[in-house]
Structure formats: structure tokens, C-alpha cells
């Protein structure tokens, strides 16, 4: 218990302190992969608060997704490496606002909820993995399949709106107007 | 003590592995070399480039290590030689092997240099291709067993091996482990002939060292995992059951050297094309006939 | 110190005696991997083959320990070369063959012939040396000239601050920044540039980084890169970056409207404002672009080429080649004459070509003999000819080994590199020996999974392109891409052979009595590479001068057209389909 309280604390400082460093770095790739540690301490959480489905998937998400930002961070940023020694803060005090009002609402969250009485015995993984399942496929269906459905949407319309416009007629056009 | 035997399970087919590829390149078949190639490493200056992101140049080769050490850790070689027999085993491997990107996109910015950064964002480019073809073919080979545990996967197959069950996903599986250890026809990140040497371009001595023996580790990891996800783990006759995950696993991780010699490097272009044209369907269909055989065969 | 071999000091690394240190330099000796200067297809074409000699080729100087110079080098190829060895690791060691080491190098370790045995002699001499002075109590630094670019810092703002070191700039306080000494300054639009307070200041900053950007990655540290300033002060390393100027540094800066953003507090500068006026590049996507070397010595290219690619991601947005070795014909000019035996001019031209010594040797024999008005002899013709068909065949393999090298296909390169060391000094009857694995090689090369996929449609020429010669111009009507090339010179190989079947004994050609004749005389040889020209003039059975035209001369200018717009793996494989010889760049 106490073991398990122990690094549930180490991870959860080790969390806040990779992001921390997001925001102490200038250098976007840096930055990126703070954020994807803070992320993976945050499913080492999981991991040791017994819920190991949600602690791999969420390890194993991040990698990927914060990856792709930072390639992004790289391609669109004015100084990625952060070598300019640039100040990469804006906005200062409407993030400061939003910053705190953020956290005071998760803390009265986390203090004014009922909890209900804590669980004695925790399922094991494989018993958590097959009600994740039937959750999944049962009384959440609805909502994951339509949150995959709009986000292959959204997907799709993106690659289509970024694909050039291919029409050899209205090229043709164009070239014989210039 | 189980640590200890799968370590040395580990590092020992990984070193068997550097003979062979010792043996193919050079045409000697030495046991000492990589051992001697390794003191070399070790006698040579470790350079630094000039301006680092030291923190990724330093952590990248280690990093890949360790991630290769994890995905092994939850395979097993027998009925009771694991590490950890986790209850999402195989999404547990998915997850260690989605590090190795991290760690090439590491090491392929930290030394600052234009090869390297091409490399390391290749291979995001590569996992793009292969990450669904790794995934997905686990999902049969899980719905098969109904359990993501991955002893109780190899016990699934007692019977009939998944690349039996399962040729398609086998096959794809393949492909799809080969990119993610990023050997050749999938070396992009390190394409000598492109990038001289990509992600690898600037390590020198020690860290090279720990580079390479990272990366014939991740061979051995993968060749594990496919040994454990298709080819029966343990299973075999008359052989105790850790002689032949060895066996198959040494079976496979040399296949996946060798094939690169006898290929040119694929185009970038093609292995996203083919991923996701051909193969994305292909593993779902591999789903869906695994499917069927699960609920029709009883 | 006994009179065995040593280790330079510039190569040892220090450290304490051990047992642990005799241990490592014995490994050290038993591991030994090169780099080859200018380039293995190099090695090859002098038949020497290193792997069978003993030592491991690497692919970059991180991974070398042993720098392996073949044949006396062009001074720009010395310079690089000083760079590659400054990249190298410590311990490493000098290896020259044949020539003299370039200036900007320390003495040689090891210096050999061009032979096999001498090879492997000087491989086994070098062994012993690693093994016993590997690290020494006193290492020196290497230093050279080339390695040096003074680095000043300037502030982005105010043009006429530069300084030695880094710091902040005493008018704005803005960090300087790096860049090599006699670099102009990248351009600005800014007008008002004494008086800016403190909100412009800081939204200036921002713009700066458009341009700093590249600095980024673009430290031309890169190996192969042959301007790279190699920091290899033991283990050290020293901080400080260059600026390149680049195609579009300072773009747009004018266009901007500076009161328009403030940064007090909502001056949030999008991304899409930021790059909208940045050039677009084939995928639509603006992203800075670098200026990154390739070659000289880079594996996926032939030694001695220089190709700088404008990247873009990794897409080319421009590039151009370069040969570094290219031979300039002396006594082009008017009025500017030579003085030359016949027979020292026709070493000098085949050695000049050390990828087709025979067809030079032989243009330059069918030359002289036209000034001398001798009519084609039956008896030296038919062995003229074999030989130059079994240089053809030699050098498509070793195109074909090069081939295998950019593409990481380990297998073409281990058979083509073998069969080519077979049959570049093979007779008749060898060579119908070697016939079937030569057909076996073609029918394999038909039959690789992948192969046909990576090479079409990559390297097409654009339809205006002129001066085409040998095999491109014949492989242009089957598709004009590099897998058409590739098949043109494997077809090239067969009909090679079935001359070489039907024509006599080949031998090299010889230079026939000419005596002291004068005039002017012109030929024509076809090389492997396309047809060459030469045409000299003789006074008294001296050279005078002499004008060499050359296939690869022409096609280096294909190279821009070839690789703009192209993936990188796609352009290097578009260049290197057009198997160029920097030494058949005349210059």
C-alpha cells in the first residue's frame, strides 16, 4: 500500500516536473518530448495505481502522438532548435489565468467529489482488460463509435481539403490566362 | 534468477546474431568478433559533435536499449521463463516498441546534423507505414487467444500454430517487425548509401557501440515476439520448451538479417503506399477471417 | 621506438598504459574499417579489392579507423580528405596507396602500391602498429588550414556589430549570432534600424529566427561535406555554429508591417502568417530549407562528386553537381603551350581517367596515329577493341557494385565488385568462362523484388535535354528512367561479350612507331560512358596541346533538372543512374 502510494507520487512529481520543462526549454523538439515523458509518467501512474490497460494504452498513445507534434513544432516553428535563444512565451497573462483557473477547478473536483468507499480488492489486469472490453461493447458503445467515426471524418476531410486541386481543365485555364 | 536467464537469453542470441552478420559481410565465421569489435568501440574516442542536444544525443542509444530489454521482458521463452507476465502483454510490447521512434527521433536530432535529422524523421514517416501492421495482426492473433496474455497466447497455439491459424497476419506481422527494427530493405533511418549512415552518422566509441548492440537486441525482441505471437512460442517436440522459443526465435531474427541483403532498400514512397493500400486491408481481413474461424470453428 | 611502423601522433589517442589498453589495441587492429579516398568503385577499378585485403569498408569517417587514399589526389579532394580524417575517431591511421599523401595531411602511416599483396602487406604492417601504438603518453591535435573558418558573431540588428566572441549586442542586447567570416550579412528590410523600442525589438527578434532557422541544422559538420570545420580537440568539443546563407534568407522582411504586432498581449503570431510568404515547395508544405553536401567522398555516390542539395524536409527543392577531381585541359588556352612525350601524354590521360584508363589510353593512341596518318592496322585493331569491350563490361559492373552501395542491395555489390575485379585483366577464354554468371547476374537482377519499383520512372530527362551519349542516349527510347539505364548496360554487357567471343586476345593498346611527325589529328573512342573526343596537335612528336571532349562533361548538367523536386532517395538514385565519372569532367 504504501509502496504503491510511494510511487504513484514519484510519478505523478515526475509528471509535473517533465512539464515543467515543456515550458522551460525554447527548443521545440525538447519541448515535444518533455511533454511526451510528462505523458508517460502519467501512465506509469496508472500502471501503479493497478489499472494496467489505461497505464500501456496511455504509454504507448503518446509516443506516437507526441512524436508527430514534434515534427510538426519543426516544420511550421520560426526556431525549433530554440538556438536564438528566442523567447517562446506569449500571452503571458491570459495563460497565467487560465492556468490557475484550471487547477483550482481540478482540485474542487477532486475534494468536493464522492469518491464512494474505496475498492478492497482490485480486479486483475486480465479480469479489468475484458470489462474495459464489455464497456467498450456494451453500454458505451454508441458514444466510441461515434467519437471514431467523427474523428475518421475529420480525418479524411482534412487529407482532402490539404490534397492540391488536381483538375487538368482548370490548370489549362489558369495557364492560358497568364 | 528468471532476470538473469532471460538477460542472458537475450544478449546471447543477439551476440549469436552479430557472428552471422559478422560472417556475411566479412565472410569469416569468428565467435570473438563481436566481442572484439566491441573493445574496439570502446578503444575508439567517443565524440561529440559540435552543437548537441546533449540530453538526446546521450539518452537515444540507451534509450533503444532499454525499450528492447522492455519488449523482451514480456515474452516468454517458457511456461514459467518470463520477466513479467502481464495481463496486456501484447499491447505492453506494442507500447515498448513505440519508443524505439522516440528514441531514432532522439538521436536523430540530437547530434545536430542534417543526415541524422533526416533519418530520425523518416522512420516517423516509416512508423506511419508499419505501426498499423504490427498492431492489427496482434489483434487476431489476441482474438484467437481471447486474452492478452502472452503466455496464454503461446498456450492457444498448442494445437495449431497462429502461422497456420493465420498466414496473412504472419506474413504482414513480418513485414511490419522488420520496419520497426528498421533493417534492411526498411533502412531508411539509416540508408548508407542516402544518408550515410543517418541516425547512426554520428556516433563514435562507446555510444556506437551501445547503438548497435541496442539495435541487434530489438532484432532479437521482435524475432521473440514473432516467435510468441505466431509460431507456437514453446511448443515443439522431444526439445524442452526454452530450446525451442530459442530455436525459432534465432530461426526468425536471422531470416529478417539476411532477406536485407538480397534487396535493395525500399522507396520511401512505396512502403506508405503498399502499408496502407495493400496491407491495411489485407490485416483487416486477416481480422475478420480470424473472427469467423473463432466463432464458426468451436 | 623500434623501426616498426607507428602510429602519427595527430592519429594516437592518449591514455595510460594498461592491460586493459593492450587488450583494446589488439581489437583495435583486428577491426580495422576504412574510408576510402576517393571512393571504392576506385579501389575496384585499380583491382584492388580491400575486404579480401583484410579491412571492413565503412560508409562514414565516424565508423572508419583508417583512412584509405587511393592514387594522388586532386587539391580539393586533399582538402576533404583532411576533413574526413579530422572526423575520424581516434586511434586512426593513414593508409595511402600509390601517390603522394596530400599536403593537408600528416605523413602517411602505411604507404603501399597499387597491388593486391602490397595491399594486404601494408594492411598487416598497419595491424602491428595499431597493436602497439594505439594510444600514446602524447597525442597531438591535428590542424590544418582547411579546418579552419573564422566564426564571428553579429547581431542580426545592427550589421556593423561583429564580434570574436558570443555575447549580446551592446546596442539592443540581442544574442549574436554565429556565422563564418566573410559572409555578408543576411539582407533585412528593416529601415528603421537605430531606432526601435523595446516592443519592436522583440517582435524583430522573432522575425529573426525565420533565418535562423537553418543555422539549426545546417552546421556543415556534416560528413563528406567537405567544409566542415571538424573540432577535434581530444574528446572536447567547442560550441558555435555557422550561418548559412541560404536561397531565401531575407525573404519578405519588408513586406511586414511592424507597429501592426505588438508583443504586449494578444500579438499571437500565427503559423500561417508566419509562412505565407515562404516559397512553396513540390508538396505544398513551406518548411525551411537546407543547403546540405553530399560528397565528396559519400557512399552513395561516386568519390570525388560533389552534389549540394537544397532539402527541403526531404524533398529537393534544387541541387547541383560538382567534380572536384575533373581534369583541365592544359594547353586549351592559345598561346599557352605544352610540351609532352606521346607517350608520357598517353599515361597522363589514362591515369587521369582511373575509371576507363584503356579507352583514354586507346583514344589517345588512335589520335596520334591519325596525325601521323596511319590507317587502322588488322593486326592491333581486333585485340583495341576486345580491350575495350572488357573495360566496358568491368566498368558496368562497377557501376552495378555502386548501384548496390546506394541501394544497401549488399548481394549486387559483393557479385558485381567480384566479377568485375575477375574480369578486368581476364583473357578470351576467361571471359566466356565468367559468360554464364555474368548472364546469371542479369537474369537475378530481373528477377529482385523491389528493384523495378525503386528504379522506374525515377531520373527521366526532361525531353530537351541534348548531348546525351552512351548508354543514356540508348536507354532513352526504352523509357529514358534509370531502370531503363540499368538494362541498357546490362544488354551492353552481353553484346560486349559476344564481341569479345567472335574478336581476338584482348590487349591493351600500344602506342605504334610514329616517329617525329607534326600536325593535327582527331578521334573518337566509346567509352563505357559515352562517346569521347579527342583531337591534338603534334610538332616534332611532341604534344602541344590537345582538346578531350567527354560524355560525363555533358551529363553533369543533367544532374539540377534531375533532382529538383525529387525525394532524396530518388535523387541520389537519379544521379547515380547516370554513372558519372568526375574524372571525365572536363573543367
Known sequence: ???????????????????????????????????????????????????????????????????????FMVMFMMDPGGLGGMD??????????????????????????????????????????????????????????????TILTAMIAATAVAIPVQNPASKNDTEASE | ?????????????????????????????????????????????????????????????????????????????????????????????????????????????????????????????????????????????????????????????AGLWNIVYQPLGFVLFFIAAMALAFRAPFDLPIAAGEL?????????????????????????????????????????????????????????????????????????????????TLGIPLALVNIIIVGLLVLVVP | MTSDPSITATGTRQKRSSVLQKLVSRALARNLSCLIVPGPEVALAHGLDVKAAGMRISSTPRDAGVLLIIGGLSEKMGDAAAVLYAQMPRPRAILMVGGQTPSTLPDADISAGFSQEELTEAIGRLQRALA????????????????????????????????????????????????????????????????HDHEHHEHEHEHEHEHEHEHEHCHDDEHHGHQGHQDHEHEKHEHGDHDHEDEHAGHDHGEHDHSGHDHGGSGFMSMIEVTKDLPRSADGLQMDWLEVPFGPVFPGLPGGLKLTLTLDGDGVTEGQAMSLVGMSTAGEDEGMDMDMDVETFLEHLSTAMPLAPVSYRLLACLAIERVAGLEDDPATAGPR??????????????????????????????????????????????????????????????????????????GMLPPDSTELRGPIVRAADEGG???????????????????????????????????????????????????????????????????????????????????????????????????????????
Not at chain 2, 552471422?20 to 561529440?48: C, M, Q, Y
Not at chain 3, 579552419?148 to 545592427?158: G, Q, R
Request: hydrophobic content about 50%; overall charge negative; proline content about 4%.
Open chain 3, 132 to 195: 602497439e601504438g594505439a594510444f600514446a603518453a602524447s597525442p597531438e591535435d591535428f590542424d590544418s588550414s582547411v579546418l579552419h573558418a573564422s566564426i564571428e558573431y553579429v547581431c542580426p540588428m545592427h550589421p556593423e556589430v561583429v564580434e570574436d566572441e558570443p555575447g549580446s549586442c551592446p546596442k539592443c542586447g540581442m544574442d549574436l549570432v554565429a556565422r563564418e567570416a566573410g559572409e555578408s550579412t543576411p539582407e533585412h528590410g528593416h529601415e528603421h534600424e537605430n531606432h
Open chain 2, 1 to 157: 534468477m528468471t532476470v538473469a536467464v532471460v538477460l542472458m537469453a537475450l544478449f546471447g542470441s543477439a551476440w549469436l546474431l552479430a557472428v552471422i552478420e559478422g560472417w556475411t559481410t566479412t565472410g569469416r565465421l569468428s565467435l570473438a568478433a563481436p566481442v572484439l569489435s566491441g573493445l574496439a568501440h570502446l578503444g575508439r574516442e567517443s565524440i561529440v559533435p559540435r552543437s548537441p542536444d546533449r540530453v538526446f544525443f546521450e539518452a537515444a542509444p540507451v534509450l533503444l536499449l532499454v525499450v528492447a530489454v522492455l519488449g523482451a521482458a514480456v515474452l516468454p521463452l517458457a511456461p514459467d521463463l518470463i520477466i513479467a507476465d502481464l495481463g496486456t502483454g501484447a499491447l505492453f510490447i506494442n507500447a515498448a516498441l513505440a519508443y524505439v521512434l522516440v528514441a531514432l527521433i532522439m538521436a536523430g536530432w540530437g547530434p545536430d546534423g542534417a543526415y541524422a535529422m533526416i533519418g530520425g524523421w523518416r522512420f516517423l514517416g516509416q512508423l506511419i507505414a508499419y505501426s498499423m501492421l504490427i498492431v492489427m495482426p496482434i489483434t487476431a492473433v489476441a482474438m484467437r487467444a481471447e486474452s492478452l496474455v502472452n503466455t496464454a497466447i503461446v498456450g492457444s497455439q
Open chain 1, 88 to 149: 517562446m512565451s506569449h500571452q503571458k497573462r491570459f495563460s497565467i489565468g487560465a492556468g490557475v483557473s484550471a487547477a483550482v477547478i481540478a482540485i474542487a473536483v477532486a475534494l468536493l467529489s464522492d469518491w464512494g468507499p474505496a475498492a478492497d480488492q482490485v480486479p486483475d489486469a486480465a479480469a479489468q482488460t475484458r470489462a474495459l472490453g464489455m464497456e467498450l461493447l456494451g453500454r458505451s458503445m454508441l458514444i466510441f463509435e461515434t467519437a471514431g467515426i
Open chain 2, 196 to 276: 550515410a549512415g543517418g541516425v547512426d552518422a554520428e556516433y563514435t566509441g562507446v555510444r556506437l557501440a551501445v547503438l548497435r548492440l541496442a539495435r541487434l537486441t530489438l532484432v532479437v525482441t521482435l524475432a521473440s515476439a514473432t516467435t510468441v505471437f505466431f509460431l507456437g512460442g514453446w511448443h515443439g517436440p522431444l526439445l524442452p520448451p526454452w530450446a525451442w522459443s530459442l530455436i525459432k526465435t534465432l530461426a526468425v531474427a536471422m531470416s529478417m538479417l539476411l532477406a536485407g541483403r538480397y534487396l535493395p532498400r525500399i522507396r520511401e514512397a512505396d512502403l506508405m503506399r503498399w502499408c496502407w
Open chain 3, 385 to 458: 577493341a576486345a580491350a575495350l569491350e572488357r573495360e566496358r563490361i568491368a566498368s558496368h559492373l562497377g557501376w552495378l557494385a555502386q548501384l548496390g552501395r546506394q541501394l544497401g542491395f549488399a548481394w549486387l555489390t559483393e557479385r558485381a565488385s567480384t566479377l568485375q575485379l575477375e574480369i578486368q585483366s581476364a583473357s578470351r577464354e576467361r571471359l566466356t568462362e565468367l559468360e554464364p554468371a555474368l548472364r546469371a547476374l542479369a537474369a537475378r537482377l530481373g528477377r529482385t523484388p523491389l528493384l523495378e519499383s525503386r528504379l522506374r520512372g525515377i
Open chain 3, 481 to 587: 528512367d534509370a531502370w531503363a539505364r540499368l538494362w541498357q548496360r546490362l544488354s551492353e554487357i552481353s553484346a560486349s561479350l559476344d564481341l569479345i567471343k567472335e574478336a581476338e586476345e584482348p590487349r591493351l593498346p600500344a602506342l605504334r612507331n610514329i616517329g617525329h611527325v607534326s600536325g593535327t589529328g582527331e578521334a573518337t573512342v566509346d567509352t563505357p560512358r559515352g562517346e569521347a573526343r579527342l583531337s591534338l596537335k603534334l610538332e616534332r612528336g611532341q604534344v602541344k596541346s590537345y582538346r578531350l571532349d567527354t560524355a560525363c562533361s555533358h551529363h553533369i548538367g543533367l544532374v539540377a533538372g534531375l533532382v529538383e523536386g525529387r525525394e532524396l532517395g530518388d535523387a541520389l538514385v537519379a544521379v547515380g543512374s547516370l554513372d558519372l565519372s568526375p574524372w571525365e569532367v572536363i573543367s
Open chain 1, 1 to 71: 500500500m504504501y509502496a504503491q502510494a510511494f510511487f504513484v507520487a514519484v510519478f505523478g512529481l515526475a509528471a509535473i516536473g517533465f512539464g515543467v520543462v515543456v515550458f522551460r526549454t525554447s527548443s521545440m523538439v525538447r519541448s515535444a518530448l518533455a511533454l511526451l515523458f510528462s505523458q508517460t509518467a502519467v501512465g506509469c501512474m496508472f500502471l501503479a495505481m493497478q489499472t494496467e490497460f489505461l497505464g500501456v494504452l496511455q504509454i504507448m498513445m503518446m509516443a506516437t502522438e507526441m512524436s508527430i507534434m514534434a515534427i
